[in-house]
């Protein structure tokens, strides 16, 4: 089993950067993709962006891109997503997902899911 517990969100004015966190309660934390989903009201969920266990393969949204770059600290059993150049269609409760298989956190189904943490970017 593992948890994840995300952290860092908040209200951030148009243009301005956060960095959220998820810690992830487990022992083989290099052997898990992580991912960055978000879900703004009334919308699905999207990806954000992946990462393999060791950091060796990337994937991005395109509306992301060149803006939010994910990454992780195995020695803190921690991924983060920096964003930078926030926009008020950022704003959506983002989430963490863990799996074993990359190809399953682009798909929507990895088998592990954070709580959520909130952002939101005014205008």
């Known amino acids: 089993q593992v948890q994840l517990v995300e952290s860092g969100g908040g209200l951030v004015q148009a243009g301005g950067s956060l960095r959220l966190s998820c810690a992830a309660s487990v022992r083989t934390f290099s052997s898990y993709s992580m991912g960055w989903f978000r879900q703004a009201p009334g919308k699905e969920r999207e990806l954000v962006a992946v990462?393999?266990?060791?950091?060796?393969?990337?994937y991005y949204a395109e509306f992301v891109k060149g803006r939010f770059t994910i990454s992780r600290d195995n020695a803190k059993n921690t991924v983060y997503l920096q964003m930078n150049s926030l926009k008020p269609e950022d704003t959506a409760v983002y989430y963490c997902?863990?799996?074993?298989?990359?190809?399953?956190?682009?798909?929507?189904?990895?088998?592990?899911w954070g709580q959520g943490t909130q952002v939101t970017v005014s205008s």
């Open positions: 990462l393999t266990g060791r950091s060796s393969n990337t």
């Open positions: 997902a863990a799996d074993q298989s990359m190809v399953r956190i682009r798909l929507g189904s990895a088998d592990y």
